[in-house]
């Protein structure tokens, strides 16, 4: 089935640890996203990728960073500089950079203990 | 600053009742607009969207909406819902100026009572 893959599902951390989260698809589409989501804030941009080794900061990105490396990859890095790293992760894909329409993960939430 | 607002953070009904949502945008210029859906449990997924031509558009589930240029609104409604309607509602937006980014509302959280 063709889809979009984030793992960890969970993940927990320390205070002063960067943790990498996962986000594969195999939808053959060009545009990646990275949202965070946060009760009664709805979803913020916090990186996108039109292309392959290219990537444009979204509203909150300090404290992230991504990398895309091969078109099916979008990894976010959340640091030890992120203030409040505690949140919902949903990565998502576009078939047509400029199209808006969005397919979206299962999330990864990160809790920092 | 460049938003989406959606002034309804929590919506209840009872089933039968009709619904509207309200979405304003801040960006000048031409838009892509969508409504996105998730379902207690469930991926985000699209309910409906608007690139161009006629301003009602309607979607899944008997939903619509109206996009009204002059007000940089886009509105959803649904003449009368159903408890399967229980679900949290984003509004989000596309400027041609910004290629690729999409920015999404802070949601709506609508609960229908059976």
């Known amino acids: 089935d063709g889809g979009i893959t984030q793992s960890p599902k969970y993940l927990f951390r320390k205070e002063g640890q960067n943790v990498t989260l996962s986000c594969e698809q195999n939808?053959?589409?060009?545009?990646m996203y990275w949202y965070r989501q946060d009760p009664g804030q709805g979803l913020r941009l916090i990186y996108y990728s039109q292309i392959v080794n290219d990537f444009q900061k979204g509203d909150i990105a300090e404290g992230y960073s991504v990398s895309r490396e091969k078109k099916e990859s979008f990894p976010l890095t959340v640091t030890s500089a992120q203030k409040n790293p505690t949140a919902f992760y949903l990565c998502?894909?576009?078939?047509?950079?400029?199209?808006?329409?969005?397919?979206f993960g299962e999330g990864s939430r990160l809790t920092v203990l | 600053a460049q938003s989406v607002s959606q002034h309804n953070h929590h919506v209840i009904l009872s089933e039968a009742a009709s619904l509207e949502l309200g979405c304003n945008y801040s960006y000048g210029g031409t838009v892509n607009l969508f409504w996105y859906v998730q379902y207690p449990g469930q991926h985000l997924q699209l309910l409906l969207k608007?690139?161009?031509?006629?301003?009602l558009v309607k979607g899944i589930k008997g939903f619509e909406a109206e996009f009204i240029k002059s007000k940089f609104s886009f509105n959803l409604r649904k003449p009368s819902v159903q408890w399967s309607d229980t679900a949290e509602y984003f509004c989000a937006v596309n400027p041609y100026s910004s290629a690729s980014k999409i920015i999404f509302g802070s949601g709506t959280r609508l609960s229908i009572r059976p």
């Open positions: 608007y690139f161009s031509g006629d301003p």
């Open positions: 939808l053959n589409h060009d545009a």
């Open positions: 998502a894909s576009s078939m047509i950079p400029s199209s808006g329409e969005l397919f």
